[in-house]
Each structure stands twice: as structure tokens, then as C-alpha cells.
């Protein structure tokens, strides 16, 4: 099993020697997606001051395909069938059926392995729903436990024929076609932003000082041009920790006088964050000119006292910070993030920054555009119009900023709404990213349901959409109880039906149902109400998804709501 996976491994590499950042989509049958497991633990277990060419490998892969694969083995009776499955692909002469047990060791080393390196990607996982004789159990088996991206779909035939589809009006071939569309549409942005991540780690991997004994500390970064106090939240901040974005940064530049040491990392990715660790300590002295970011956490929990460790960006669902925070009473931790999941490291010391206020929005868009308008008439039109939210008023100020027109603005916007928000930004600020491709690098890292229950929001109205409308819906098959009772649903309904039951499942599952809306609350794309019963989606969001669908799926969605 190891020799093909690594024959697999070097056969990929060569084959994209010239294309190393394309995406890949991988399909996989059987024990062939067991193979690929192997083949991209390979990949996760390069270092990344190696050559790279497996990294790249598991950096382009965007998502993978597994049919009937049996990831947790399969029962001693079945051995059989496996291997005379297996000899169609391969000589089977050197695997061991052993190692395909049920819980076997080597599965179970495999899936630990794997685990790690599959939260880079998103996995498919097809299994069928009728049994073959001799075969149940290894359909059965093909799920794996505890993968964060990965989705599970019954398809109707049974094991042999997963891959065997006959015609385009097969049931199961629209699921699949559904699932690899959506996918492959999204490849390009998703890959992309995992590229961007990766050379960052690259570079922070290479990053090492000429002399140790002259590190100078980590800088903080500078505060925003465009900075706007937010006076309803900066009390906040001296007794509870978690803010964002510039925020922080003026925070700390305030009050640094009450610390012996400030203590900058940024986590946009786990190899930056360590670096930046290391180098805290580092520019203590020569004597640490050999210590690791392991040695500053210790150092902070020991040695020292009121100091603040500033973790700034982090921002990634993937990155644990728990490792990288002291323990000791003697400091403070500040983190800027976007990632509602750190409220769980101090839940008792989130401060939710939230959209701005009225007054704050038209003084960014009159800073950033620096314009001093008589009345404030139009510039409250046009916060609303974007929502109050920060990056999109930013990008309008700096449209007025090179116009000097205020007052067409939103006529402008609303004309050419698509071309305004993907336009870069060309003013020193926070934000480096225009709205829409924020937006792309966000949505498109969200597993396939998240994003479909979000596409579906946006055809509701914004505020207070019920999660009994999500419930109803799937306990009634997703048709009016009229038609339930007295028709089936007419044959242009079924192809609607079919994409809400690839995101809700044929039957309601409230944990599923909730493990799709925290990912989406985590993404902050919803805020959820405090009991829990409503959601709220952000209208701008609503329009960029409406934007990047299309005529033809806007319509789609559109007859679904």
C-alpha cells in the first residue's frame, strides 16, 4: 500500500512539474481512496524547508471525491471481495489484506495521519444505500469520524455501481455533477488563498536573522490612516480581551506605559506564528539565540511579568491557538480576530466589535474620502445603502476620494455595484482586499453545506430569518403540505428538492443542521439571536451572493425560498 501511494506521489509531482499551483479535484474508488490517503499524509508530513514538490501537492488540492471507500476497514469474512476488487487496478501481491481489517493498526495509523492533513482540504464522502451481497459492510464503513470538511452523501446504488451511472437523468448523477460544479467553480479562489498562506509560511521558514545577538522585537503594526474611535467599545478592551483589527493596535499604543513588554505575533498562519514567538525571546539576548517558541510561552509562564502577548490575524478556524498561550496570571493576552471559536478561549472576555454605528461609518467614509460635507444627508444614505460594514465604506470613501463626488456615489454604485466592490484599494489601510474578493476568500473556504444554506439566506429577507422555516421544510419534504397530501411534486420541483436535500439531508437532523450554521457563524457571515431561533444575514453579503451566481442559479435559488 505504501509503494503505490508513494509511486502515486511522485508520478503527481512529475506530471505537474510545470503546473505545480494548479487545482486538483481528486475522484477515488475503493481501495484507491485509501491509496491517496496515504499519498497525501506523504505530502502533510514534508517540512516546509523542503523541496516542496509534495506540498504543493496537498496545497492545490481543493477537495476530494471518495466512493465506497472503506476507510475503517472491513470485516475478516470480506477479505475476499476486497482483494479481488483490488486486483483490477493493481498487483496485490504485496498488500496486506491484514492491514484492511476492521480497526486495524495500520488503518488506524493511516486515519490518524490523514486526519491532520485533511484540514487543508474538503472530502466527499459517497456511500450506497443498497447493500451487495458480501459487501454491506465495507459501504458501511466508508465514513470517516471527526473530519471538520467532510460531507456525507447516500447515493441509490449499491456498492458496485457508485461509479457506474448509466444516464444524465440519473438521481445520482445530478447529485455528483452538483457536488464537482460547485467545486470545480471554486477552485481557482480557494486554491489560491491556500497559495497565498503557503508562501507566507515559506518565507517565514526562511526568515533568519544574521546576528542574534542584534534581533530587535517584532514591531507593532501601524494604526490605520483611516482609524475611527469607537468609543463604546475601547473601555471595554481594559478589562476584557478580543477586539479587532486596528482597534487593538490603538488600544496597546494608549496604554503601553502599563506594560514592562508588548509582545506582537501574527497568526495569520501556524508557521508565522511560531516564528514571530521564537523571535520574542531571541531578541532577549545572545544566551537565546538557540531557543524556540515553545521556550517564550515558557519563559512568559516563568520568568516574566506584566507584559502583553498582542496575537494579531487569527483569523483561521484550523489554528489552535492553545499551545501558544501562557498559562501565567502575571500578563495579558490581546486577540484580534474574526474567528468566533477564540471566544471559547476566555468566554468571559470577548468584546464583539460588530458593524459600526451611524455617526462612526460617515466619519470613516469622510476620513477616507477626506471630505467635509455641509449636511450629512447623502453620507448616511450611503452607509446604509453598504451596511455599515467597515471595508465596504472604505472602498467608497476611496471612490470619492479620487471623484470628489459625493453626492453620485450611489447612483454610481448602484449601477455598476459588481466592478465598485472588486476594485483593489489604493489607500494605507487595514483592509487589503476589496469587499467581493474578501467575500470570495471566506465563502468559498466554507464547506459545500454552509455555503448552500447561505445562498438560500440570501433570497430571504435579512434579518430575523427562523430556523422552524429550515425545520418545517425538511420534516415536509420540502413541498407545501397541500401538494404532500394529495400529489407528489409536480417532476419541475424535483431538481429544487434535490438541492435543498444535498444541503438538509433527506430528514430534519438538528445537530447537522447546527453544525452548518456554526460554521457559518464562525465565518461571521450570520449573527444568530441570543435564544438561538433566528438569523441574520448581512445585506451586502446577500448581494454579492446574488452577484456571483448568475441569472440562471439567482433564478434557482430564488423559487427554492
Same mark, same amino acid.
Given at each position: ?34 491509496? =491517496? ?39 475478516? %469474512? ?22 484492511? $481489517? ?7 495509523? $493511516? ?37 471538520? @470538511? ?7 446504488? &449499491? ?15 445530478? %447529485? ?30 526562511? /526568515? ?29 478592551? %481594559?478589562? @476584557? ?55 517564550? /510561552?515558557?519563559?512568559? &509562564? ?16 484550523? $489554528?489552535?491557538?492553545?499551545?501558544? =498561550? ?44 477626506? /471630505? ?47 466592478? =465598485? ?105 450570520? &449573527? ?34
Amino acid at each position: 500500500m505504501h509503494r503505490h501511494a508513494n509511486e502515486l506521489a511522485k508520478a503527481l509531482s512529475r506530471r505537474r512539474k510545470d503546473v505545480p499551483r494548479r487545482p486538483i479535484i481528486f475522484v477515488a474508488y475503493d481501495l484507491g481512496g485509501i491509496i =491517496l490517503k496515504w499519498t497525501l499524509a506523504m505530502c502533510h508530513k514534508q517540512d516546509v524547508e523542503s523541496k516542496y514538490d509534495l506540498r504543493s501537492i496537498l496545497t492545490s488540492t481543493q477537495v476530494i471525491l471518495f466512493f465506497g471507500t472503506p476507510h475503517a476497514g472491513s470485516h475478516i %469474512t470480506l477479505l475476499d471481495a476486497v482483494g479481488r476488487l483490488a486486483s483490477i487496478y493493481m498487483d496485490t501481491a504485496d498488500i496486506a489484506l491484514e492491514d484492511l $481489517l476492521s480497526h486495524s493498526y495500520e488503518l488506524e495509523k $493511516l486515519q490518524s495521519r490523514y486526519t491532520e492533513a485533511s484540514a487543508r482540504f474538503n472530502s466527499i464522502i459517497f456511500y450506497g444505500e443498497d447493500s451487495t451481497t458480501g459487501l454491506k459492510a465495507l459501504c458501511d464503513s466508508g465514513v470517516i469520524i471527526g473530519n471538520r @470538511k467532510e460531507t456525507l452523501i447516500a447515493l441509490h446504488g &449499491d456498492h458496485r455501481n457508485l461509479v457506474r451511472l448509466t444516464a444524465k437523468a440519473n438521481g445520482d448523477y445530478e %447529485t455528483i455533477l452538483h457536488h464537482l460544479s460547485n467545486y470545480f467553480n471554486n477552485a481557482l479562489v480557494a486554491v489560491k488563498k491556500k497559495w497565498n498562506e503557503e508562501d507566507h509560511s515559506r518565507s517565514a521558514a526562511k /526568515v533568519e536573522p544574521a546576528s542574534e545577538d542584534i534581533m530587535l522585537p517584532k514591531p507593532l503594526p501601524p494604526v490605520s490612516r483611516s482609524y475611527i474611535e469607537r468609543r463604546h467599545i475601547q473601555p471595554l478592551i %481594559t478589562e @476584557k480581551l478580543l477586539p479587532s483589527g486596528s482597534l487593538a493596535t490603538n488600544w496597546i499604543q494608549e496604554h503601553e506605559n502599563r506594560f514592562n513588554r508588548v509582545i506582537f505575533v501574527d497568526a495569520s498562519n501556524q508557521d508565522q506564528l511560531e516564528v514571530d514567538l521564537q523571535r520574542s525571546i531571541r531578541c532577549l539576548g545572545p544566551e537565546y539565540s538557540r531557543v524556540t517558541w515553545k521556550d517564550a /510561552v515558557a519563559y512568559l &509562564d516563568g520568568k516574566e511579568k506584566e507584559w502583553l502577548l498582542f496575537i494579531d490575524n487569527a483569523d483561521s478556524p484550523e $489554528l489552535d491557538l492553545r499551545p501558544y =498561550l501562557p498559562n501565567s496570571t502575571h500578563g495579558a493576552v490581546l486577540i484580534a480576530t474574526r474567528n468566533g471559536q477564540c471566544v471559547n478561549y476566555a468566554p468571559d472576555g470577548a468584546v464583539p466589535v460588530g458593524d459600526l454605528e451611524e455617526n462612526e461609518a460617515m466619519d470613516l467614509l469622510h476620513t477616507t474620502a477626506n /471630505v467635509s460635507p455641509t449636511s450629512d444627508t447623502e453620507s448616511l444614505e450611503i452607509v446604509r445603502e453598504l451596511g455599515m460594514l467597515a471595508l465596504s465604506i472604505t472602498q467608497a470613501g476611496v471612490y470619492i476620494r479620487k471623484t470628489w463626488r459625493i453626492d453620485t456615489y450611489l447612483k454610481t454604485f448602484r449601477r455598476h455595484r459588481g466592478r =465598485l466592490l472588486r476594485e483593489q484599494l489604493d489607500i494605507g489601510s487595514e483592509y487589503t482586499s476589496p469587499t467581493y474578493t474578501a467575500f470570495d476568500l471566506s465563502f468559498h473556504q466554507l464547506p459545500e453545506k454552509p455555503q448552500g444554506f447561505l445562498k438560500l439566506c440570501a433570497f430571504l429577507d435579512h434579518s430575523l430569518i427562523p430556523t422552524m422555516l429550515f425545520k418545517r421544510s425538511t420534516t415536509s419534504g420540502f413541498t407545501t403540505y397541500t401538494v404532500l397530501e394529495n400529489h407528489s411534486p409536480p417532476e419541475s420541483d424535483k431538481n429544487y428538492i434535490l438541492t435543498l436535500r444535498n444541503i438538509f439531508g433527506g430528514t430534519w437532523d438538528e445537530v447537522e443542521f447546527q453544525d452548518i450554521v456554526d460554521s457559518a457563524s464562525k465565518a461571521s457571515f450570520i &449573527d444568530v439571536s441570543m435564544d438561538g431561533l433566528f438569523y441574520t444575514v448581512h445585506p451586502l453579503l446577500q448581494i454579492y451572493i446574488k452577484d456571483s451566481l448568475g441569472e440562471a442559479a439567482n433564478e434557482h435559488y430564488c423559487r427554492q425560498c
